[in-house]
């Protein structure tokens, strides 16, 4: 069949490096793709938030399955507009509606969904522009820090966390008068700073029935021992060592399960992968976050461990067949490690030629921001490449990423060195 995933990060290259390994799949297309996917796949040069030119290629190159990545098309209906084509009926689409894509594009939705279905999360209240004064005097009698998170999609960057009550007082007046967030912005959520250690499990769901893929914990601030501002992620490391079964089975229980039945009693049908973002704290997991996708670069340390046929399952989610496919995980550890162009996450370079990427031996590069331009790979994002490693044990997979990371080479080069160091004391 033909397939088409929609977006032009890490994540997509590795959607398309799994999927062109099925024998079930004829030709893949990403949209608009980068210089990776134009290896495993064909890019078509068409915007995902331009939903009739994606309608228009999903006819014209008869599609049969399409794949989501990113959440902005999500969150703005881009499966509702497609559902609305009465010629595109038999289109099969991983990803959710934007209803079910609320769960990541309203932070006071998601809060309200959790509180509603009972799913462990930190205690919060929202507040609107007409409720300013009362935000504020909440605010002087919370405990710090206190987490302030813009309502809206913010590219991650909608949360900030107040260490004294002068700064949530200005960050909420900020956030509300539209001057920070925009929109984005309209409404913010106040809630208590959970103390713990976090990481991600990932679901997949057909509506119905769901697999739990493997978790992953990424890191996001741009300098070692995460300080320095937020990324978009600077390294991943799948699976987890702190994650052990028991709290994997809290997770289950407290979490995946009423997740799915809140969205079934709610109405919702989801078909898709969600995201859940969660603290541990002592051994219990709290819901930070959920993202409607597959996080970036998660994905590029998650995919590599599933073993199935990704069509397959991809397939089977559509048709809402998830329980007739067991799931099946390799036991060795993924580490990614990210290379970005110097100045990111603020102003960054881009044009700059990348070199030495046929040295590397038993490693799977995927491609975020980058340009083929007269036979040459060239930086064209913040985050560049992710470069994944695997091995049987975490500290080789961390080795030969950042051997791997060092040997690739581009002018104004940075990576992280510690992906993965903090967990080697929990590892065997
Ligand atoms: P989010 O955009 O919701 O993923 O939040 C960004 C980051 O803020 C998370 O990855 C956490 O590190 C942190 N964070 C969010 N909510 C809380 C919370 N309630 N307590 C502590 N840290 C939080
Ligand atoms: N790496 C975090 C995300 O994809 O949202």
Redesign the pocket.
Known sequence: MNILILGSGG?EHAFAWKLAQSPLCDTLFVAPGNAGTAQAATNLPISYNDFPAVAKAVRDEKIALLIVGP?EPLVKGIVDYLRQQPDLADLRIVGPNAQGAQLEGSKDFSKQFMQRHGIPTAASRTFTKDSLQEGLDYLQTHALPVVLKADGLAA?KGVIIAETVAEAQRTLKDMLTGHTFGDAGSKVVIEQFLRGIEL?VFVLTDGVNYKILPEAK?Y?RIGEEDTGPNT??MG?VSPVVFANPSFLQKVEEKVVKPTLLGLQKDGIHYQGFI?V?LMKVNSEPFVIEY?T???????EVVLPRIQNDFVELMVATADGELDKIPIRISPQTAVTTVLVSGGYPGEYTTGKIISDLERLEDIMVFHGGTLNQDGQVLTNGGRVLAITAQANSLENAVRKSQEAARMVQFEGKQYRKDIGVDLIRYAD
């Not at 996708?293 to 994905?299: L, Q, V």
Request: glycine share 26%; proline share 5%; hydrophobic share 15%.
């Open positions: 994540r959440e991650g991600s990424d996001k978009g992620g991943a995201f973002g993202n996708r597959m996080g970036d670069p998660e994905t």
